[in-house]
């Protein structure tokens, strides 16, 4: 354990989940719950056992890896994936029920910003209070106090409560605290998942200054520009198992391309079915490689693909979908009998079951999440089926051009033009 | 939870990790680490809990004048228990009322403070015992100002303080110790069954009744007295009024004897909470 700074060491992490859901049939039944369950209950709390009740799940399962000083790590996953975990527990702020993990030096973590802010204290208070809590001596906060609050822009405000602020304040001051610690090991989870553009570029550049410092550091994240732009390596939980670790190129490629199929397709089942004819089976979201994928780079084409039933034969029907942002902003509505040459072709459409898929171009769509909705209907005579938000999916622009300049680009379109530059 | 090795100047410290079952130790070094914490949280406890308001830290005084003016109608004018020597019966019980007041608003503010800061809980590591350690240590700026008031009231009464007030500090800290032995059962219960934070309310208030805060020790029968003072707060209040006023419940068993066994359980209370809040404390972010 030389120069190691964290040593992962088979690594599991149990919890158990829900009170169990006694469900009782009779009247007797229920009383007879309600005496044994506050026994069960305190039994467990008096003495806890190992669990031995069957509403546990692993969240993170034998889990082995090494990071060295001064690496820069990053953690991906799918949702569920087991990175919060895995933070929470080499944070210590949760213990692990099996293996073992030994860290060297000490550790910050960014689990969340603006933890123990305390809406009745001034920003002055509590930027105090949440240095401390990070684990900031007093005499580290006096030296670096004007640095934080200039880092955070919010000078003139510093003596007023906080719940007076307002949500982009609070979170730079949050943040700017957190970004002044200058732990051995920094420890970080999504904290640049909330807030505007600006906010998100400024943390991003500190984060770079951190990890230029020579700090060790754990990112987890989603967004995989971030992740490769300030690791070198990844590791790539799924389902609580490390399934891969590797270069940050290799891993995010590994990810985005191992098509987590439940996600990316919204099926529909016979009781979700509307009467009448039109039978909709699955929206699907694929790659280039037709692997179902939630999760689409920018410089790839995307296919959006409806399969569907006829009961009988229908004349006029038309099939599409809608693109809409996170926010609810309408892209577009694209019909399968769009083409003027298709609408002449399927017409009367026979009964049978039937694929339509279109592709979204290359180069179109800008980083973000979006909202795929359905629709099935005759034009002025009537909608057979319609599911405006049915599947969302998301656009990762790494690669794109213009990437070469980390900064986020507002816009629902991030399209590749072509530029000409004379010299007059 | 973990095990620390010597942190030396160059070489950062070491942490192990493992799954921890049966009872850990107490980890009093993790504690000295993070003792500006403590400061820090106890402070925010105090401040949260004045501003915003009017009068202040008027309410430290008002409070247990409140108190004094009801326990005198009850205990004095009422019931005609009247207290020994010549202290008279408002003095007398506003004494009681401010360790009675450190004691009960300790215990309940460290019963919920687990719970009320379960968003620092679960998001950073400190050790846990900071937190009702913190809640206990903030009733001590209210009994401060209180017992400004109480001298103030002395000399308006006339009454001459004794020289046994230099053991104050040590009843303080008799008083406290009692508090964060019962704050510590509470709070590590109360995570787990949210029964605790109702019962408690009601517990405090019973807790006043059987305790001689409106009264004195010697209303209890004297063969009955040692097992009065399996009561903690038994000791914590005569020992109190015997330092500021030099008075002693009689009839009864010496105050020795009284602050003997008052003292033991507390002692008991207390390591007994330290041990069972640690052997909680893997299960605290996970459940609060």
Redesign the interface.
Known sequence: ?NNLAIRVDHLGKQ??IGASPDRYNTLRDSIVGMLKTPIR?IRQ?LM?T?EDEHNTIWALKDISFDVKQGQVLGVIGRNGAGKSTLL??L?????????????????G?L??VG??F?P??TGR?NT??NG????M??SEIDRKFDEIIDFSGVEKFIDT?VKRYSSGMYLRLAFAVAAHLEP?ILVVDEVLAVGDAEFQRKCLGKMSDVAQEGRTVLFVSHNMSAILRLTEEVIVLDRGLLVKRASTVEGVDYYMASGFSEAGERSWTEDEWPPGPFKPLALRVRDVREQIVDMTRSTEPIIVEIEYEIDEAMQGLRVGIYLMSMRGEHIFTSFDTDDAEKFEEFGVRRPGRYKSRCIIPADTLNEGRYVLGVNASIFRVNRFFQDERALTFTVDTVGAPGKQWPETRLGLVRPRLEWKIELQ | MAETSLPTKTVPETVILRPSSGWSTLNLRDLWAYRELIYFLTWRDVIVRYKQTVLGAAWAVINPLINMVVLQVVFGNFAGMNPEGDIPGPLFRFASVLPWGLFSAALNSAGRSMLSNRSILTKIYFPRLIIPLSSVLGGLVDFAIGFFVLIGMMVFWGVVPSWQMITLPLIILFSLVTALGGGLWFSALNVLYRDVGYVLPVFTQLLLFISPVGYSTSTVPVQWQWLYALNPIVGVIESFRWAVFGTVPTPGIPLWALVTISASVSILLLVSGLFYFRRMERTFADMV
Not at chain 1, 132 to 135: D, N, P, Q, T
């Open positions: 354990m919890y158990r209950r709390g806890p190992s929470k527990v944070s210590r702020v949760t213990e692990p029920s099996a293996g073992e993990v030994e860290i060297r030096g000490r550790v973590s689990l969340e933890t123990g305390h009745e204290l208070e105090y209070l401390a809590i990070l684990g001596p007093r409560p051995e």
